[in-house]
């Protein structure tokens, strides 16, 4: 059998999620910019326990690796370093699709403290499109190197998320970041995240077309961010909507044709 | 008197304040999400050999662009 969509792409990493050999009680997702020691946070929660898995038709490769808290098994998916969830490449696309159709548990976007300004560019976007985000602000010691005093409880405040400080390459904010995740991922806590408001024109324009919108979606993605992406005319993101939208139908078409060939048996 | 001009004959060593970018699609959402948005500080900091691309530090981070790309921000003078 040759490629088809459904072993391809985001689906095929996604069914292999579903077939590890520990259940997992969460899946998290591990966002952040290019160099911001993500991969040090990945190692330090999962204890270097990961295997990174690719699939055909992307050259991204997303790692995965597992944790137990409060005997708990966390899975931890290390997405690709992006500055953006607007798709400009396939990283990108890969990031945004996994917080988009992965239904992750909590994302933790990790941040670089020492320009912290241009990561959070990131973690509005991630903000926009799922309320369980977690800041995760990494390198603190470098930036107090740098004389940057980082006032989390302001930060924490303003964003509405929860903010964990952390040096991972020393392991230090870990078990903090492991018991925030609890928190987001088992529903104990619920961030709410500043809402981003844009101008008149756009909100008008987004009052317009956004029942509509939630109307065709049925509550099965935030309205209010797909309604932006068609503002935006980005039609990757309608196409793999569509796609997932699509390939929930099969499943559940494949159910009741199972269903129907119990029934014949029993006749 | 305020001059505004393309962020390509920024002289190196210097900063400027970014007005607008011209750029559309995606190399547009490329260029912002960078962080290259109106009142953005930016400053030029090295030539690659060839002079081109230039390494230009934007919020924190040191980032090289092309011609093509810088000659599509528009930027002024700080003084």
């Not at chain 1, 953006?84 to 239904?103: P, T």
């Not at chain 2, 505004?4 to 999400?33: M, Y």
Request: glycine share 6%.
């Amino acid at each position: 059998m040759g490629l088809t969509a459904q072993s391809t792409g985001i689906n095929a990493f996604l069914e292999e999620l579903k077939q590890s050999s520990v259940k997992a009680d969460a899946v998290i997702a591990l966002a952040g910019n290019p160099n911001t020691g993500k991969s040090t946070v990945f190692n330090g929660l999962t204890g270097l326990n990961q295997h990174t898995g690719n699939w055909p038709g992307k050259t991204v490769i997303l790692a995965k690796g597992n944790y137990q808290h409060q005997r708990k098994n966390i899975t931890l998916v290390d997405l690709p370093g992006t500055y953006s969830l607007l798709a400009n490449s396939a990283d990108e696309q890969v990031a945004r699709d996994f917080i988009c159709f992965g239904n992750p548990d909590a994302v933790v976007v990790v941040a670089d403290a020492t320009c912290l300004e241009r990561n959070l560019n990131l973690s509005l976007q991630v903000m926009e499109i799922t309320p369980r985000t977690i800041l995760c602000v990494n390198l603190i010691d470098e930036a107090r190197r740098k004389k940057m005093e980082i006032d989390l409880a302001k930060l924490e405040a303003i964003l509405g998320i929860p903010v964990v400080p952390a040096v991972a390459r020393e392991k230090v904010g870990l078990k903090q970041l492991k018991d925030v995740i609890d928190k987001v991922a088992f529903g104990k806590k619920w961030p709410q995240p500043k809402s981003m408001e844009y101008s008149e024109t756009i909100e008008a324009a987004l009052a317009e077309i956004q029942r509509e919108v939630d109307h065709l979606l049925q509550g099965k993605f935030n309205s209010r961010w797909v309604a932006l992406r068609l503002l935006d005319g980005d039609n990757s993101i309608i196409t793999e909507i569509f796609h997932y939208l699509q390939r929930l139908e099969i499943k559940k078409q494949e159910y009741y044709q199972e269903k129907v060939k119990v029934v014949e048996c029993c006749e | 008197m305020i001059v505004e001009f393309k962020l390509t004959n920024l002289p190196i060593g210097e900063k400027a304040e970014v007005v607008s970018v011209l750029a559309q699609g995606v190399a547009r959402n490329r260029l912002l999400d960078l962080g290259l948005v109106p009142k953005t500080i930016i400053e030029a900091v090295r030539k690659s050999p060839l002079g081109d691309p230039v390494a230009y530090k934007i919020r924190g981070a040191v980032i090289a662009l092309r011609a093509e790309e810088s000659s599509q921000i528009r930027v002024r003078s700080l003084n």
